[in-house]
């Protein structure tokens, strides 16, 4: 059976996702809550917590949780802060660096970048949390010969993404967008089940040709989509083919 919790949200979200519950409709309070499911305050503040995460509702002090209004995609070319982000959505947010070591770009990854083999990276895997709930999980390489003072940067004040927004201005940048099944690893850190879908953004920035990073965040697919907004240009009168990505070899 699945956990108390899980069950409460599944509940709520169906009320909401058919319609049933518009936007602006008031989602009953913890105390209806707690005795309709017979489940403790600290449950029900876990499950309204995900749903605001989630960006289904909207929590108030006084007044009571509400059906929010359906928000905005993600910008697929947008630059991330976490922490704006959260801000703006009116979330608690903290990160976690679960793992940081310099390491050796190998014959695969040299390729895969088009760097020298051998060349020095700053490797960081962040967790950004929003409400206490996993939001994202980034797998960052941060090329030292470009940004050497990343190498002893403890990363205690600002996420590494931040921390290299605020310090080296980029001029080109590259997304990509693939899904993926969850892994087990993966899985336990994002809070979800093995094999859940999940939305990964592929991230590499550039200041004037010189590689400064590369970030692959992962999303939980069901709390998150993406668009891309696009005008005509002189170059693209004519329509644009669709071709399968090629394979990820590293």
């Known amino acids: ?93 903290r990160f976690d660096v679960l793992k940081r070591e310099v390491v050796s770009l190998n014959a695969a990854e040299a390729k895969r970048l088009d760097l020298p083999k051998g060349l020095d990276m700053l490797s960081v895997v962040t967790l950004h949390v929003l409400n206490d709930l996993p939001s994202a999980l980034e797998q960052r390489l941060i090329n030292l010969a470009a940004v050497p003072e990343a190498r002893e940067a403890d990363f205690k004040a600002f996420p590494p993404g931040t921390w290299l927004l605020d310090r080296i201005p980029w001029t080109d940048a590259e997304h990509t967008i693939h899904a993926v099944n969850a892994d087990a690893t993966l899985a336990r850190r994002l809070a979800i089940e093995p094999g859940k879908a999940c939305l990964v953004l592929g991230r590499r920035t550039w200041q004037a040709g010189t590689f400064i990073t590369e970030a692959r965040i992962s999303y939980p697919g069901e709390r998150q989509h993406f668009v891309g907004r696009f005008s005509p240009t002189e170059d693209a009168r004519s329509p644009a083919s669709i071709a399968p990505a090629p394979p990820d070899r590293s």
């Open 1 to 93: 059976m699945q956990p108390l919790h899980q069950r409460i949200r599944d509940d709520l979200e169906r009320h909401i996702m058919s319609g049933e519950w518009p936007p602006g409709h008031r989602i009953p309070f913890e105390h209806e809550l707690m005795e309709r499911y017979g489940c403790s305050r600290m449950t029900v503040n876990k499950v309204l917590s995900a749903l605001a995460v989630q960006g289904l509702i909207l929590r108030r002090r006084k007044t009571g949780s509400v059906v929010a209004t359906p928000r905005a995609e993600r910008a697929v070319l947008e630059i991330q802060d976490f922490a704006l982000e959260a801000s703006r959505l009116g979330v608690e947010y």
